[in-house]
């Protein structure tokens, strides 16, 4: 729960550091990107900070190109 916490409330010290400017600068689709990526982020590491099962990209990627592969080996032998 503290790591959670922490998480939480350094992810707003980011956001109360960089979006101020942006907002100045009338830059709304950064700011809505910028919070999109924030939050992907913080809520990733809350859970791993909870030690929850995060997959890893190269699973999908694997799990993509793994028939293609065989289809394709399949093809030359």
């Known amino acids: 729960m503290f790591i959670s916490l922490t998480i939480i409330i350094v992810t707003f010290i ?6 101020p400017p ?3 600068k009338g830059e709304k689709k950064t700011i809505v990107v910028f919070s999109l ?5 913080a809520v990733l590491n ?4 909870l030690k929850k099962n995060i ?4 699973d999908f990627i ?3 190109f793994t028939p293609i592969r065989n289809f394709l080996l399949s093809l030359l032998q």
């Open 14 to 19: 980011i956001a109360y550091i960089v979006i």
């Open 22 to 24: 942006l907002k100045k």
């Open 37 to 41: 990526i924030l939050t992907i982020g």
């Open 46 to 49: 809350i859970a791993i900070g």
């Open 55 to 58: 997959p890893s990209p190269l």
């Open 62 to 64: 694997t799990f993509i």
